[in-house]
């Protein structure tokens, strides 16, 4: 079995700070939060995926203006 070198991923991390690491922990454990809640609550998957796609855009747009 191959081995997969990953240590350039960690390369991205040198320029950022704790804070902001927690910041971003705390970013992705909410949004995965609100898309289990919209899997839970839509059972069509073309539905759920148009509401998980608005979500994303609209949090890259608000990032961008930040």
Do not use: C, Y
Not at 16 to 33: C, G, P
Not at 52 to 65: G, P, Q
Request: cysteine-free; charged content about 30%; glycine content about 2%.
């Amino acid at each position: 079995m191959a081995v997969i070198n990953r240590a350039h991923e960690w390369d991205a991390l040198d320029n950022i700070t704790t804070s902001e690491f927690e910041d971003s922990k705390t970013l992705k454990a909410v949004m995965f939060l609100m898309i289990q809640e919209h899997v839970r609550s839509i059972p069509n998957d073309q539905e759920l995926g148009q509401r998980i796609r608005k979500i994303v855009l609209n949090f890259n747009k608000e990032n961008e203006n930040n």
